[in-house]
Nanobody, 124 residues
Framework: QVQLVESGGGSVQAGGSLRLSCVGSGFEYSLNSLGWFRQRPGAAREGVASISALTMRTWYADSVKDRFTVSRDNAKNTLYLQMNSLKPEDTGMYYC?????????????????WGQGTQVTVSS
């Protein structure tokens, strides 16, 4: 049974930082692409960042480039999202995802498994 458990969310002022973590179990962690998504208030869920399994190739949404960094520690079955220079528009529920179902140009676009999410709130 696949489990993904996020942590690290919270409330922060604009310009601050947070680091999200996601621990996975129940699947071959090191062999799978992983990703972060978010759902902002009143909006659809959107991809934020992803990291491939073997090449560690990363992808970022334009809105978070140069501010967020995705990384993984396969020895700990843990995915991270370092978020710097946070803006109020980064507020939302953040989800980690695993096990790619749709790969485009070596970047995973869709995943089969999701965590429960962790809330990030950025105040101005």
């Amino acid at each position: 049974q696949v489990q993904l458990v996020e942590s690290g969310g919270g409330s922060v002022q604009a310009g601050g930082s947070l680091r999200l973590s996601c621990v996975g179990s129940g699947f071959e962690y090191s062999l799978n692409s992983l990703g972060w998504f978010r759902q902002r208030p009143g909006a659809a869920r959107e991809g934020v960042a992803s990291i491939s399994a073997l090449t560690m190739r990363t992808w970022y949404a334009d809105s978070v480039k140069d501010r967020f960094t995705v990384s993984r520690d396969n020895a700990k079955n843990t995915l991270y999202l370092q978020m710097n220079s946070l803006k109020p528009e980064d507020t939302g529920m953040y989800y980690c995802a695993a096990r790619c179902t749709t790969m485009v140009a070596e970047i995973c676009r869709e995943f089969s498994d999701w965590g429960q999410g962790t809330q990030v709130t950025v105040s101005s």
